[in-house]
């Protein structure tokens, strides 16, 4: 069994907090806890940063962020990378590329943390990962997408 390391950013831990009357919305949601559910068993690791950290604690919605908090909290922090100076070039070449600072930031950290893929909803960050796919060292994904193709190529390992 393969044991990924799977980078989830700020859009994945508080999709299970969004309106849930949307397909899509529904089935990222179940695949973002299919996926903090094996966190939990140990089939797979987390890579997290402070960036992550600090996203959640910037929720104006203090009980969404409560709620974020709590399932950012529970699971179980394999991998945890600080932003430091190496992050911080990375992130600046990434944002030359065209990625927002957070975003950017991000991919850095999950670089560092030699996560096997960067989880995130947000289909901007998705389309220029994919354009930019040789100038990064990170696979970047869609959580239902990428748990589908495990799940499909793999049998769920």
């Known amino acids: 069994m393969t044991i990924y390391k799977i980078y989830l950013d700020s859009c994945c831990v508080s999709r299970p907090y969004d309106n849930q009357t949307q397909n899509r919305i529904k089935s990222e949601t179940t695949a973002i806890m299919q996926i903090i559910s094996r966190f939990w068993n140990g089939e797979w690791q987390s890579v997290t940063s402070t960036v992550l950290q600090f996203e959640i604690n910037q929720i104006s919605d203090l009980a969404k962020r409560s709620f974020v908090k709590g399932l950012f909290t529970s699971i179980p922090q394999i991998i945890f990378v600080s932003v430091g100076a190496s992050e911080t070039f990375r992130g600046k070449q990434l944002e030359a590329l065209g990625f927002k600072e957070y975003d950017a930031l991000h991919i850095a950290c999950a670089e560092t943390g030699k996560a096997d893929v960067f989880l995130t909803t947000d289909d ?3 389309r220029r990962a994919k354009r930019l796919g040789s100038q990064l060292r990170i ?7 990428w748990l589908q193709e495990q799940t499909n190529s793999k049998g769920g390992n």
């Open 124 to 126: 901007a960050v998705i």
């Open 139 to 145: 696979r970047v994904e869609n959580p239902d997408t």
